[in-house]
Every structure is written in C-alpha cells, then in structure tokens.
C-alpha cells in the first residue's frame, strides 16, 4: 500500500463519508486536492494549519484512488495532488489530528511507527 496524507477539518470529512465522496474548494480554484507523504505531513500541517483545531488526518491508500494522482514539485520537492474528488473508499484510516499545547502539529503516533 502506498500511503498519502490530507488534512481536512472533521466536519467536511463526516460529510463526505457520508456521501461516499471527498471534494474540498482547493478541487475547485486549483483543480487538485492536496496530499502530502508522511515525511511531509508535519510541515505542511505546521505551515498551513497552525492553531486550527477540528482537523482530521485522512490517510489514502493511493492504490485505490480513483481519480489521477501526479506528484509534482513544489518548493523542490514532490508533493502528491489528486486530481479529482476523492472516493472515500480510499481512505483507510482517519486520525484525530490536533495542534500541542503550542499550537504545532507532530505526527500521530500511528504513523510515526510506520516504516517509512
């Protein structure tokens, strides 16, 4: 299994589940949703989502998503983007993701034990 990352808030994530269909507004104004690997996931979260709290980790089997996936360089680095709704059938596993006492993101000890 090849595993990406996307942060969301819980709401929109209970949502979709509900629909069987993840669409979040970066689908609409950029034409993908944003995902990250697990080495990414604790900056991205420290860069984009300080202090929010509400927020969910949907961990994706990439495998089994069905629109395209292309991991294009931002920053010099390849970050996964797919490009289209999400079936939430891809998604294996959603972890509570809150901020420390600081307000930063570390990487859920589920995934910190995760060979990578």
């Known amino acids: 299994m090849s595993l990406i990352l996307h942060i969301t808030e819980t709401i929109q994530w209970e949502q979709a589940e509900l629909a069987g269909i ?14 990250s690997t697990i080495p990414q996931i604790e900056r991205t979260a420290n ?24 991991y294009e ?11 289209g ?11 509570a993701f809150p901020p420390d006492a600081n307000g930063k993101f570390k990487i859920p000890p589920e ?3 995760l060979d990578i």
């Open 47 to 70: 860069n984009f989502f300080a202090n929010q709290t509400g927020l969910v980790l949907l961990c994706i089997d990439a495998e089994k998503v069905q629109p395209e996936i292309k």
């Open 22 to 35: 993840y669409h979040n507004s970066t689908l609409d104004s950029e034409g993908f949703i944003h995902c």
């Open 73 to 83: 360089v931002v920053d010099g680095e390849k970050f996964p983007h797919i490009y």
């Open 111 to 113: 995934l910190a034990k």
């Open 85 to 95: 709704a999400l079936n939430t059938d891809a998604v294996v596993n959603a972890i």
